[in-house]
């Protein structure tokens, strides 16, 4: 079956910078779309960033663009996401995901998801 593992997620400083990975097995991960989520307590499951299968095209959500680089590694079957310049509103808990589409920015066009690392930024 398809697992996905995020890790790098900790504890940072507000305008500190992070690289969150995530590697995946059980599916030809250079055939999907990939994307990254987040969700603090309380709130939906929201959109970051998505790349398609190649890395040849990228989308980011307002609340990331600018500041953050999301990019895939096909021969490491690994996502990233770097991010940049981190707020306390960037703490949650982020989560990637792979779908058979191109890409997407709604959690319902992926089909599977890793179990999330815990990004909290102190301010």
């Known amino acids: 079956q398809v697992q996905l593992v995020e890790s790098g997620g900790g504890l940072v400083q507000t305008g500190d910078s992070l690289t969150l990975s995530c590697r995946a097995s059980?599916?030809?991960?250079?055939?999907?779309?990939m994307g990254w989520f987040r969700q603090a307590p309380g709130q939906d499951r929201k959109f970051l960033a998505a790349?398609?299968?190649?890395?040849?095209?990228?989308t980011y959500a307002d609340a990331v663009k600018g500041r953050s680089t999301i990019s895939r590694d096909n021969a490491k079957s690994t996502l990233y996401l770097q991010m940049n310049s981190l707020k306390p509103e960037d703490t949650a808990v982020y989560y990637c995901a792979t779908t058979k589409r191109t890409y997407g920015s709604l959690p319902v066009m992926y089909d599977y998801w890793g179990q999330g690392t815990q990004v909290t930024v102190s301010s």
């Open positions: 059980g599916r030809t991960f250079s055939s999907y779309g």
């Open positions: 790349i398609n299968w190649s890395g040849g095209t990228t």
